[in-house]
């Protein structure tokens, strides 16, 4: 049997870079949640937002974080207090005057006079904690074990307080012998000293390197210049003044008289006085002030404490940066290693991958920047959510009673200008030089070598079924669309703001990809009219000003039909109100409710205009107003135009149906409705 030789794999360290065993970001939900979060009346910046804070299906969102956060804050709060130094020291001390006074009952050669001095001593003690430590401070102990207890108080007093300013210096002088004190007071002093050369602008680099190798082992940030040396000391002691500022003032009290008794020397306490003084200075901008409120029952210490604080004060900074409510706010501003620090691993992946969500949903062509720095959905979003809606419309009309399916575009005719693929059952013309180009293509692409097909030295084309395209014809001339919604104040109030956006878009989204050939123009009208493009008015906030300008909305429409003289004018007028406002000879608009008879009459002679265009008109009204309904019969009557008065739900088939019917054979008179997505129509009678 021959043996098989596999290459051998191998491993090297991973340097960096992307995580490769990082799962792909998927953005197909978050553009799915987006869009219909834009289409609910969101802006597109709040829409991302909105999904990065939930999360999706499979993916905890910032709003999981901040809870993970809040909780975690809380449970630091209610589970500790701020006792436990003095509570340790209270315990020491209780321990050393019982161990003395168990030596004074035992020694029998002790001078009676001399022993009902000590006891009087011990029983006169005050109730005070710290003065109680300061009137001992000069007691001659008889009991070892008491001396060693009361040294231990010193000891833990300085190490304390030392821990308070430098992490872990609780547990690192544990033991200490003299020498290892004064190794502290050195690195005090000339910690002190280059910080006061800094504050002077005198220092250098060499001074800080110098500074470190000489007291390194004290400072395992490892700072790499005076200013990360000083940020790293500074945040640790305003969280140190800050768990003071959070205790009672018999607490503080207690502390500071205590204090003088650290290591023995009040040289300590002089030396961190002058520290924090120095920081305090360079770094006015920490939270000096702050304070917190603890309710629990463990204790804890001066060092353990200013852990906590700045526990706290990293979970706040987290808090923020993940509320993103600031100005230019990015998921990058995310610390994850504080993230990882607080939450554990687990968080920080979350909050990466949605950090490579966010840069995912930059990138993807889908969102873009204006010229004013909002976000905006790009030409390529608004497609993929106009396909959508079309898709919903032409279910709608499909599920009426009455429809039949077509194939072609128009019954016969002109060419409409556009093509598409063929399907089985077409009659249409090819379109030739697209048929022939998609098959030049193909062939291309599939990079056969030169010569194998043929002897003519280069790649045969063959034509395939795939490559045909026809062109769709139309009954009639092109079409000059002017869809006028209505962005009153009522419109939003009453629920109407999304379907009327949603409509826009499937009109817009149905004449750019099957009627190329048509001409629409979309007009907002409130207090007064402009015209929009699809992205401005499928971002666009719902709007508060009260006011119904048809007049304003009516002139713009017949400037753009008078652009189309030979195109056939289509009008479709979605609205909830009689007009209430309209503009005067001067360009300033009047607005005054109930509607004002000139408003009326201006509305009606634009109206008119419209009909001795030709146009076709529709008026969709919403609502069941008895007012509303007499102004728009009446008004449909003038210009043979029809009213229908859809279900909010319905309004996207409707104004899709009637657009199609206006360019149907048998035009409006045969009140055809119906929907070409994907080739398909469905006609209703």
Known sequence: MTRRHYPRSRYTPYDGGPDPLASPVDISEALDAIGQDVMSGYSPERAMREFLRRGG?????????????????????????????????KELLDHAVLSERGQL???????????????????????STAAAVSELSSYDWQSREAREDFERIKDLLGREMLDQRFAGMKEALENATDEDRARINEMLTDLNDLLSKHAAGQDTQQDFEDFMNKHGEFFPENPQNVDELIDALAQRAAAAQRMMNSMTAEQRAELMQLAEQAFGSPALMEQLAQLDANLQALRPGEDWS??????????????????????????????????????????DDIDLDKLAQQLGDDAAVDARTLQRLEQALRDSGYLKRSSDG??????????????????????????????RDLRQAGAAGEQSGATREWQFGDTEPWDVTRTITNAVRRTVAEHRPIGSTGSTGGPRVRLKVGDVEVAETEARTQ?????????????????????????????????????RGDALQLIGFGRHAQVMDIEELTGLDAMWDKGTNLHHALLLANRFFRKHPHAQPVLLIVTDGEPTSHLEPNGEVYFEYPPHPLTVAYSVRELDTSGRLGAQVTFFR?????????????????????????????????????????????????????????GRGFWVE
């Open 57 to 89: 299906q499979d993916r905890r969102g910032l709003d999981d974080l901040a809870r993970r956060i809040a909780e975690k804050r809380r449970e630091l709060t209610q589970r500790h207090n701020l006792d436990g130094t003095l509570q340790e020291v």
């Open 105 to 127: 009952a035992r020694d029998i050669d002790m001078d009676d006079g001399e022993r009902a001095l000590r006891e009087l001593t011990l029983d006169n003690l005050p109730p």
């Open 290 to 331: 702050g304070s917190e409120r603890f309710d629990g029952e463990q204790g804890l210490g001066l060092g353990d404490g200013t852990g906590v604080l700045q526990d706290l004060a990293d979970l706040d900074g987290l808090a923020e940066q993940l509320a993103q409510s600031y100005d230019g706010a990015r998921l």
């Open 374 to 403: 909002r976000l905006k959905l790009s030409p390529k979003a608004m497609r993929q959510l106009g396909k959508a809606l079309l898709k919903d419309v032409a279910k709608r009309m499909s599920g009426r009673q009455g429809q």
């Open 479 to 515: 079409a000059a669309v002017a869809l006028l919604v209505d962005t009153s104040f009522s419109m939003a109030m009453d629920g109407r703001w999304v379907p009327m956006k949603r409509t826009a878009l499937a009109l817009h989204t149905l004449i750019r990809s099957r009627f």
């Open 622 to 678: 919403l609502g069941s107003d008895a007012g509303l309904a007499r102004f728009v019969d009446s008004m449909a009557r003038r210009v043979e135009g029809r009213v229908i008065a859809p279900e909010l739900d319905d309004l996207g088939a409707a104004v899709v149906g009637s657009y199609l019917g206006s360019r149907g054979p048998a035009g409006l008179e045969g009140g055809h409705y119906g929907d070409w997505f994907g």
